[in-house]
């Protein structure tokens, strides 16, 4: 089946310390790999996405790598900031644009 | 340009009882899609609805329902409600084309008592 595992929070950071947050997936075929933000008291934003293998997904400072032999999406960045606090999702799509599977959700929160 | 919107924000049922729920896409997007977010959970999906049929479905009874209308809005209807079905009912649109780029609105918050 389809499956998104995420790194369980939640994540306590200072700021400008370096984030990772670990994702790894389950698919059959060739799925396309997301992450999404919540921000307090807003909807789901897509953050970045990657289509296919060793694409790179990069945006605000953030970045995520697909990698196929490890079925991994790990999102990264460099310095982190306050603003950055949120809950960030980790997705999968297989392509056709039906149905997206979600993972748990990793609480972030970036302290000055 | 106004984005996902969701109507009600919040609505208290009782066991047994029916609820319809309402989204309408961000402009010129014409694909609508339901998930059911438990606390402290990541979206589930329900249904995806484009030209008014429901073209893919998750896990969910049938006790679940959806309608979209030609102006691409949607309901997700929810019969002989359970305590269980209380969560966040997140509505996302999107372009069939550049289905990649879901929007997601803020979501209907539904207790059920």
């Known amino acids: 089946g389809n499956s998104v595992t995420q790194m369980e929070g939640p994540v306590t950071l200072s700021e400008e310390a370096f984030l990772t947050i670990n994702c790894t997936y389950t698919a059959t075929g060739y799925p396309s790999l997301f992450w999404y933000v919540q921000y307090p008291g807003e909807g789901l934003q897509l953050l970045l996405k990657a289509t296919k293998a060793d694409d790179k997904g990069s945006n605000k400072g953030f970045e995520a790598t697909y990698r196929k032999e490890t079925t991994s999406f790990h999102l990264e960045k460099g310095s982190v900031q306050v603003s950055d606090s949120a809950v960030y999702f980790c997705a999968l799509s297989r392509n056709t644009g039906n149905q997206f599977y979600f993972g748990t959700g990793t609480s972030l929160t970036v302290i000055p | 340009d106004a984005g996902v919107t969701q109507s009600p924000t919040h609505l208290i049922k009782t066991r047994g009882q029916q609820v319809t729920l309402r989204c309408s896409p961000k402009s010129g997007h014409d694909t609508v899609s339901w998930y059911q977010q438990a606390l402290g959970q990541g979206p589930q999906f329900i249904f995806q609805?484009?030209?008014?049929?429901?073209?893919q479905r998750g896990n969910f009874p049938d006790r679940f329902s959806g309608h979209q209308f030609p102006n691409y809005s949607s309901e997700l209807n929810v019969n002989a409600l359970l305590l269980g079905d209380s969560a966040l009912y997140l509505c996302a649109s999107s372009f069939r084309d550049r289905w990649y780029e879901q929007y997601f609105g803020p979501g209907t918050r539904l207790t059920v008592t």
């Open positions: 609805y484009y030209e008014e049929e429901e073209r």
